[in-house]
């Protein structure tokens, strides 16, 4: 095995987030609310958040790392990085360069983080309101072309059509972290159930994409995760979470302008997967949970058939709530409720879940995992994904 790895080298020792708030609910600012988010991933971990030495983030987040080391009284700023391209392609990516930056000595105690308030800036879903379109925009905007449910919607259609998938895959994604948010007290979905009546019942939005509830939410709020050496990490009060392996960035072409990828249906990870896997030295039958990005329902689709944790012909059987529940699903699924239910904070949540996962102190705790999964933003660009384990795994 190469020793260009980040497999068992650095670990995440704390997480950390705030109260999540519905969009523009926030009390605080964004950068207040970021703030709050690594000031509990470090009391979580039990360092000195004068300690922490760099920070990763995505997103184009807003809180950059001088006025974050500056406010949290940073003794040595070492390390500052942002992941490009928007939305959550690059929540798994963030937390790998963190890991680079702590595994090769560049920084020791590195934070990735992601924070919201739109409330205070505009919307992060909303198409785009300007004078005139440009770029891509100029090709699809004079046909009501705008949001990203719309632009992805196209894509999932075509896949969906190409291998028979029908659309009761997709209403069992959206049931299965409705269902899970239900016993999480973060999720804002909590005490708002949904079943398949209701879902049946809700108002389009744009086919495939057909109920409100294959759409991510819109939220205020912060999370965080710390991440140490792997030897520093077992002397830390909690039981370490290894990062075993990660991968970004895109396969042939997949930021091709104006809807003119070679491989259009696609959610961009097919190299992103192979290279996950090659770090990891596992595979799909390997992961005991998965949380999986929700952008949209057909973006965990097209995530979890481009890593190989199901076969094309093999999805409607497959994606049903019973198999996808935490208690004794064959592949527990966004057990915090996900970007659906529990909050839609670029997926930095979903890395926080796994972590709870493999501790073992998770609200819808999947019975002695060892190895977690993260798919992040499906059918953006750049794109990743990362698995974490417990020691057992080393």
């Given at each position: 095995m190469t020793e260009r790895t980040l497999r068992g080298k650095v670990a995440i020792a704390g997480v950390g987030e705030t109260t999540y708030y519905k969009h523009g609910r926030s009390p605080d600012a964004e950068f207040k609310l970021a703030l709050q988010a690594i000031i509990a991933a470090c009391r979580d971990a039990g360092v000195d958040p004068q300690d922490v030495d760099g920070f990763a983030s995505y997103g184009n987040d807003r809180s950059d790392a001088p006025r974050l080391a500056a406010a949290l009284g940073i003794r040595e700023l070492r390390f500052s990085n942002m992941h490009w391209g928007?939305?959550?392609?690059?929540?798994?990516?963030?937390?790998?360069?963190?890991?680079?930056?702590?595994?090769?000595?560049?920084?020791?105690?590195?934070?990735?983080?992601?924070?919201?308030?739109?409330g205070q800036f505009a919307r992060y879903g909303r198409g785009a309101q300007q004078a005139a379109a440009a770029g891509?925009?100029?090709?699809?905007?004079?046909?009501?072309?705008?949001?990203?449910?719309?632009?992805?919607?196209?894509?999932?259609?075509?896949?969906?059509?190409e291998h028979g998938i029908r659309h009761e895959a997709l209403r069992a994604i959206a049931l299965t972290s409705y269902a899970h948010a239900q016993t999480n007290p973060r999720a804002v979905m909590a005490g708002r159930p949904l079943d398949a009546a209701k879902y049946d019942a809700s108002r389009w939005i744009i086919e495939p994409f057909h109920r409100l509830f294959d759409c991510?939410?819109?939220?205020?709020?912060?999370?965080?995760?710390?991440v140490v050496p792997a030897e520093r990490a077992r002397d830390m009060p909690h039981k370490p979470t290894y990062l075993l392996g990660a991968a970004q960035g895109g396969h042939h072409r997949s930021a091709a302008p104006v809807h003119n990828a070679p491989?259009?249906?696609?959610?961009?990870?097919?190299?992103?997967?192979?290279?996950?896997?090659?770090?990891?030295?596992?595979?799909?039958?390997?992961?005991?949970?998965?949380?999986?990005?929700?952008?949209f329902t057909g973006g965990v689709l097209l995530g979890m058939l481009e890593h190989g944790m199901v076969r094309p012909e093999e999805a409607n059987e497959f994606l049903v709530p019973e198999n996808l529940?935490?208690?004794?699903?064959?592949?527990?699924?966004?057990?915090?409720?996900?970007?659906?239910?529990?909050?839609?904070?670029?997926?930095?949540?979903?890395?926080?879940?796994?972590?709870?996962?493999?501790?073992g102190d998770a609200c819808n705790q999947v019975k002695d995992p060892q190895v977690a999964m993260v798919i992040g933003g499906p059918m953006v660009t750049p794109v990743s994904s990362l698995i974490l384990g417990t020691e057992a795994t080393l």
């Open positions: 928007g939305g959550g392609g690059g929540v798994a990516a963030a937390v790998a360069n963190a890991g680079a930056a702590v595994h090769s000595g560049m920084a020791h105690c590195v934070i990735a983080f992601r924070s919201l308030a739109q891509d925009d100029a090709f699809l905007a004079p046909y009501g072309l705008m949001s990203p449910a719309q632009r992805f919607a196209m894509k999932i259609t075509r896949y969906m059509t991510c939410m819109e939220n205020d709020g912060a999370g965080a995760v710390l491989d259009y249906a696609s959610a961009h990870f097919p190299t992103v997967a192979r290279n996950l896997w090659d770090m990891a030295q596992l595979g799909p039958k390997d992961v005991d949970v998965l949380q999986a990005y929700e952008n529940r935490f208690d004794g699903g064959k592949l527990p699924l966004n057990t915090s409720g996900g970007n659906l239910a529990e909050c839609y904070m670029h997926g930095l949540e979903m890395v926080n879940e796994a972590v709870r996962q493999l501790r």
